[in-house]
């Protein structure tokens, strides 16, 4: 039997597709502005000297990175106001979750780019008089901006697609649109075909940016 497309009964709802994607755009600028507040945090605890604060940011780091996205948005948005004996709004939860899930990863890039430059380079400017704070900003996070950038973009493009998972707890982005106009058609092939090409549209363009950024720099060494 051959399948008869009807994207035009479908696309009757555009208005709740762009709806969708209006919020997924805003949980993932939200979510990475978050995240970078929080992995620059974490990676600081992490190169700091204190060993509890050093514990503290790692065991945060592993909890998030080693356990699944869709898991921990399940536990924040369910588990979390039974332990505090409160409730928390889904919108709220998933932006939560998602800026503390990027913000893990982000830390370890940040430190990573970090404790890339050369060790020399921090002992020759304590040895002209330079403070850590004025060594790590004029010559240590300059450099290490340079080599973070390919990962960062990698995986705000990651986090893009990410926020896919917040429709489980019924956050009306595009994943949950789709679903919505597929109950209202019973077209589910032409409701999620819409869905995928959208985050085509958008991804394209930045996975294509992230490529170029990154051969630029490779350029540039």
């Keep these: 039997m051959t399948y008869k497309w009807d994207f035009h009964s479908v696309w009757v709802y555009y208005d709740l597709f762009l709806e969708?994607?209006?919020i997924t755009v805003l949980y993932t600028f939200g979510s990475i502005f978050f995240g970078v507040i929080i992995g620059f945090a974490t990676c600081g605890a992490r190169l700091s000297r204190f060993k509890v604060l050093k514990a503290v940011a790692r065991v945060y780091q592993e909890i998030f990175r080693c356990t699944p996205l869709l898991v921990q948005?399940?536990?924040f948005y369910y588990a979390f106001p039974l332990l505090v004996g409160g409730?928390?709004?889904n919108r709220v939860a998933?932006?939560?979750t998602l800026s503390l899930y990027v913000g893990a990863f982000y830390a370890e890039?940040?430190?990573g780019g970090i404790v890339s430059i050369d060790r020399g380079q921090r002992e020759a400017a304590a040895a002209i008089g330079?403070?850590?704070w004025q060594s790590m900003t004029r010559i240590i996070?300059?450099?290490a901006i340079k080599r973070m950038l390919p990962s960062f973009i990698n995986q705000s493009v990651i986090q893009f697609k990410n926020t896919s998972l917040v429709s489980v707890i019924s956050v009306a982005d595009l994943a949950y649109m789709a679903a919505v106009v597929n109950g209202q058609t019973y077209r589910p092939l032409e409701s999620y075909t819409i869905m995928a090409g959208l985050y085509i549209v958008m991804l394209l363009p930045l996975t294509q940016a992230a490529d170029w950024i990154e051969r630029r720099l490779r350029a540039s060494d």
């Design 20 to 22: 969708g994607l209006w």
């Design 73 to 75: 948005l399940l536990w």
């Design 87 to 89: 409730s928390i709004d």
């Design 94 to 96: 998933a932006m939560l």
């Design 109 to 111: 890039i940040f430190r």
């Design 130 to 132: 330079m403070s850590p």
């Design 141 to 143: 996070l300059p450099q």
